[in-house]
């Protein structure tokens, strides 16, 4: 009798999406299973819309970022008659198991598909490394030294010119991302929306910077902290210096994962099939203390990351 597993990528993508692609159809095919992949996220499934995939049509897509599936956000699957549909789709597709690779999103989803009957495992893949229970998310590292890159590149502008730059990093509702660019990217302030802004107190710390003779400051400011042109107009107001704001927007999403990023993507795309193939489901992979490790989906949902705010301490204490 046939086996057939299906893979989906799902809401914002991020690179090293194809890696796990990669690793879940050969360890899938590996394991005797015929594999698909649903395109376009949820909305694919919805719509029917999957593709065979054989170890031949995974060549060469390790060092790609996006994803070959495309990928998107689907609001219906938040609905009941959403669902129902899905699970309709997955029946008349007739897998044995799905593997969901995605944001917090996909994670709900994952969850809700599991609690039909359908067997779930999901896979942490989001450049704001927002997910509970797992140490890194696919995306983070190659989205951090992105980031980081650009930052680079923006001090020497700034340092020629004498001026302070406000870079916002990408994390519409976290500051895990714009928090690690700070500590890499020695930037004097990092913003985020965790933490309470004291943009007076900024102001005159990036003043002082200038009196001790730095020649250029950046803040890291993520998304999800309010607006920054606001901010660095205020920060313009009260040092009476001369500031720039820098969007590095979806740059961050894009690019040839790192290898750390792939390394992750392949641990992670092959233990999800095998504990499909264990007959497993309703579960996360996750990387804990190096480790890579399982736990329930529910487990992921109901907690929330929380944000190492001493290191926020260490940026300030390491730009003097
Ligand atoms: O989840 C990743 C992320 O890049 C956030 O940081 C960002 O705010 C959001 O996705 C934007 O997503 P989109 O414009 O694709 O809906």
Do not use: W
């Not at 594999?35 to 593709?51: A, K, Q, S």
């Not at 990093?169 to 500590?183: A, P, Q, S």
């Not at 020695?186 to 710390?205: D, H, K, R, T």
């Not at 803040?219 to 720039?244: D, M, P, Y």
């Amino acid at each position: 009798m046939s086996k057939k597993l299906a893979v989906i990528t799902s809401g914002g993508d991020a690179p090293g999406m194809n890696a796990a692609v990669r690793a879940i159809v050969r360890r899938g095919v590996g394991l005797g299973y015929d594999m698909i992949g649903i395109r376009r996220g949820f909305r694919g499934l919805l719509e029917d819309d999957f593709v065979t995939l054989t170890t031949r049509s995974v060549s060469r897509i390790i060092n790609l970022g996006g994803t070959i599936l495309h990928t998107g956000r689907c609001p219906e699957m938040k609905t009941e008659t959403g669902l129902n549909r899905a699970v309709r789709m997955i029946k008349e597709l007739n897998v044995d198991g799905i593997v969901v690779i995605g944001g917090d999103g996909s994670l709900a989803a994952g969850n809700a598909l599991s609690k039909s009957g359908v067997k779930v495992i999901n896979i942490p893949a989001s450049i704001d490394n927002d997910i509970y229970g797992t140490d890194e998310t696919i995306g983070y590292d190659t989205a951090l030294n992105t980031a980081v890159d650009a930052i680079d590149n923006i001090r020497d502008t700034a340092t020629s010119h004498d001026r302070i730059f406000v870079v916002e990093i990408m994390g519409r509702e976290h500051g895990f991302l714009t928090l690690d660019v700070g500590l890499a990217a020695g930037c004097e302030f990092v913003v985020v929306p965790e933490m309470p802004l004291n943009v007076e107190e900024i102001a005159s710390e990036l003043q002082k910077g200038k009196e001790k003779g730095k020649t250029s400051e950046i803040v890291a400011f993520a998304e999800g902290a309010g607006s920054s042109e606001e901010f660095a107009a205020k920060i313009a107001q009260l040092t009476g210096l001369e500031v720039r704001v820098s969007i590095l927007g979806y740059i961050q999403r894009g690019g040839r994962p790192t290898a750390r990023t792939r390394i992750l993507a392949s641990q992670f795309g092959s233990l999800a099939v095998e504990l499909l193939d264990a007959g497993q489901s309703n579960l996360l992979v996750c990387l804990e203390d190096g480790k890579i490790i399982s736990r329930p989906i529910s487990e992921a949902i109901a907690g929330h990351k929380q944000l190492n705010k001493m290191q926020c301490e260490l940026i300030n204490k390491l730009s003097v």
